[in-house]
């Protein structure tokens, strides 16, 4: 179940840095589904389920996942320094970009069609989220327990719209015991 | 509008983000509480337009912040704003992924990915819902976003057109 080192691609600080501003520089209503489809199909750095594992560290840690997730993958396939070019390219664009927009928007106030523009692109940015978690919901394995945990969570912050803090507090001690007490 | 004080607005964006578990929208109402409600730096109309341009923008949906410094302060608001979102995230994602690359057999580290990785899903699957709920609005909306999850799912074209095509209906009036 573990990836082991010898299968790990060999990605330089270049690439890191292109991949992510790609990625970035794509991801319009969100990143998550733009980062999977880069890391995972298009350079198939990472499997499946090792993004998702990597995407669940960075969830835990304070701060946008998918930052997170920049630092961890730069940092797996390049140090220190290949974690600081990925975040370059993935925060280092949208800056100059977004503050370009700042300008537009003092000098021409917003316009309606950028808010309706936004309304159609977002109906279709929550169709890119959807799929991507029905495709990382594939590396769980066919068991009960794990679509247990991933149901609750469902349940507990999507249905019940119980504070995230909660969920994650009472949900966490008890996922990870039992999988510390199983080996497989 | 409040005197703008740079100093203590990056303080308090820097405490936000150290605890900003759950990512950009665990703190999202506290910006807006600290900008809108209690300094007045910004209107409310303000703010939701500065939201709005931002998720319009390529990125992360999280350099609303950024937008809101450079509105306030120009280039050094800017940066008052954005240094507190990049420095505890990636220094702890530093920490953890250092160790976690070291020993990724260490059983913690075994126990923590396979135990949350449900989780982790459970919890996209209810932020994806969740989004479905407040961008859509009547049928055709959900069909859309639908469709799209449908195509993306069996087709390999490049997403960004599809993005294209609902924005161009957004304009259109036809969503």
Redesign the interface.
Known sequence: MEQTESDKPCVSRLELFLTFSRITLSSFGGALFWARLGLVERQRWLSEREFAELLTLGQLLPGPNVLNLTVLVGYRFAGWSGAAVSVAGYLGWPFLVVIGMGLAYQHYGALPQVQLALAGMSKVAAGLLLATVIKLATVLPLRWRPWLFGLLAFVGVGVMRWPLLWVIGALAPCAIFLAWKTKD | MDRLDLGALFLHFLAL????????S?ILPDIHRYVVEVHHLLSNREFA??Y?????????????V??IG??LAGWAG?AAT?IP??V???T???L???F??RY??A??F???????????????????????RA??HEWR?YL??????????RKTWN??W??A???????A???
């Open positions: 983000w150290c605890v900003a578990v759950g990512g950009p665990a337009e500065i709005t341009l931002a998720q319009v923008a390529p990125g992360p949906n999280v350099m609303y950024t937008l450079w509105h800017a954005t979102l990049l505890p995230a990636t702890l994602t530093l953890v992924g250092h976690n690359e990724p057999n059983a913690i075994r126990a923590v990915r396979s135990g949350l990785m449900p989780i982790t899903i459970g919890l996209m699957f209810a932020s994806a819902t969740i989004l479905m961008v859509n909306g859309i976003t639908l469709l799209t999850a449908a195509l993306v799912l997403p960004l599809l993005l095509a609902g924005a161009v209906a957004g304009m009036g036809l969503v």
